[in-house]
């Protein structure tokens, strides 16, 4: 058999069975749903609204990682870091402002 002949049969082999796998791994949603234990089908559809927003998160900061010129692995961690700081600084505002309230309670018990 000819190359070409050879590549055609391995082409339509793969078409074949991408199509057929699709069919049947990836079944109809309701019907997966339906076979959920009502439990999890409940504790599914209350996080549904919070997993597609986390997403859709994670999608948008990909697409802002993308516009770098760095990789995004690399603009990832960047980000991280930058988050990290930040949440440092927060941390450190919130215990200074609780300081500072403890201060106040302390100076006005001790004036009466």
């Known amino acids: 058999m000819s190359k070409a002949g050879l590549w055609f049969k391995m082409l339509s082999t793969i078409i074949q069975g991408t199509s057929y796998e699709d069919g049947h791994t990836h079944g109809i949603r309701a019907d997966m749903e339906q076979k959920y234990n009502p439990e999890l089908q409940k504790r599914s559809l209350e996080n549904r609204e919070q997993k597609q927003q986390d997403f859709d998160n994670f999608v948008n900061k990909l697409k802002e990682y993308s516009k770098s010129d760095k990789p995004i692995w ?4 960047e980000d991280e870091a930058r988050q990290r700081a930040n949440n440092t600084k927060e941390q450190q505002r919130i215990a200074q402002d609780i300081q500072k309230r403890r201060e106040k309670i302390r100076e006005e018990s001790l004036q009466r």
């Open 74 to 77: 690399i603009a990832a961690a």
